[in-house]
């Protein structure tokens, strides 16, 4: 190798003060950092994935069009299986969003929220332009409305309900912005399963509507990597040219098909972490000098009286992993996904022990 060789002069320039994504990963802590689904999966749905996966051919590349999984959806979100096009996780499909429309040009986004716009934008060399949101962490529709009218605005992104905050947007108000907008309008929908209005309803009146769902969370296949987006033909004929071609691998989409089709058992568990969720809500009200910010979501922000650091790094060296969220807009503030029953009572147990110590 030439001595004057460097990688670093090969290295994309925009990219150098980005690092890699760090995700801790911890063995033998109650896990409550990433709106996981606390359940594990129904032994049943497992053992027919098993089943399937093993009488076919795993020698074979998958179906890149994710067929039967896209009919499967159909069904499930009464959205036709052209407009639904699946990923690598919803990750991937932001990425790929950010590839195909915002290279080169900025994207809105509804700030605080969920931090992985911001990652793939850079990725794909799309600026993000932050529309802060008003009280009680509500979109500001105007903002987003003159934001979406700058021409080098492709792409406006709304998380409803919205991590890390907990709050949704009606869909009206997304209407709104919608109707005066030249550019993509994407709504995150991770969380619908667990509350808020979904803008599902707006598809047939909007080209630009995109809306991104998740099998990570309710459907408890964050370990699969399954996400799917929800828009007109025309956004997904631009998206398809940026897709990998085998992006969804066959355990993943045999396993998402057997999910819809055992739909029940999923929503036994939706039941059990919303019950868990308003007590988990109430018990962490009541704890001196800690506010929860009300949630529609499987996941409740909340502050203290002390700093997000000290709570977070206690409770880990406790054993309980939660997500220190702090942030300017957001002093103080951690976010703690909805466990089981005994993972929320050890969390409230060692929580106020640190904050009553
Ligand atoms: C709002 C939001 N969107 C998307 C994702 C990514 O989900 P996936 O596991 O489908 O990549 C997450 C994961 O935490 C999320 O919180």
New binding site residues.
């Given amino acids: 190798m030439n001595t004057a060789f460097s990688i670093s002069a090969l290295a994309r320039e925009d990219l150098k003060c980005m690092g890699p994504y760090h995700a801790p990963y911890y063995h033998d802590v109650i896990k409550l950092d ?2 996981e689904n606390p359940y594990g999966f129904p032994p049943e749905v497992l053992a027919q994935i098993f089943r399937e996966v093993a009488s076919g051919d795993l020698s074979r590349y998958p179906d890149a069009a994710a067929e039967k999984l896209r009919i499967n959806l159909s069904d499930y979100i009464r959205v036709r299986p052209e407009n639904i096009m699946v990923g690598n ?3 991937e499909l ?1 990425l790929n969003l950010m590839l195909t429309f915002g290279s080169g040009a900025k994207f809105a986004v509804a700030t605080p929220t ?1 931090s ?1 716009y911001e990652v793939h934008g850079r990725i794909a060399s799309s600026m993000m332009m932050e529309v802060p949101r008003a009280d009680g962490f509500r979109i500001d529709v105007n903002g987003l409305i003159s934001a979406a009218s700058l021409p080098e605005v492709k792409i406006v992104v709304i ?1 409803s309900p919205n ?1 890390p905050t907990g709050n949704t947007v009606l869909p009206e108000e997304v209407e709104k912005i919608l109707r005066s907008a030249n550019s993509i309008v994407v709504v ?1 929908e ?2 619908n399963e667990f509350g808020g209005e979904s803008c599902v309803p707006l598809m047939d009146k909007y080209a630009n509507l995109v809306i ?1 769902r ?1 099998f ?1 969370k309710a459907f408890g296949m ?1 370990g699969l ?1 399954v ?1 799917y987006l929800l828009a007109g033909s025309q956004v997904i004929n631009e998206l398809l040219k940026v897709k990998q071609p085998y992006n969804l691998n066959v355990f993943s989409q045999t396993a998402a098909c057997l999910v819809m089709q055992n739909l029940p058992l999923f929503k036994d568990r939706i039941n059990n972490i919303l019950q868990e969720r308003e007590k988990l809500y109430g018990e962490l009200s009541v704890l001196k000098n800690v506010k929860a910010y009300p949630t529609q979501a499987n996941f409740i922000m909340f502050s203290t009286g002390l700093p997000a650091d000290r709570i977070y790094q206690e409770l880990l060296r406790q054993g309980v992993l939660i997500r220190n969220v702090e942030g300017p807009r957001l002093p103080r503030c951690l976010r703690v996904s909805v466990g089981t029953a005994e993972e929320n009572r050890i969390f409230i147990e060692k929580l106020s022990g640190i904050i009553n110590g």
């Fill in positions: 990433a709106n996780g919803s990750d932001i969920f992985m998380c991590s995150d991770a969380y991104l998740t990570s964050a990597r996400g």
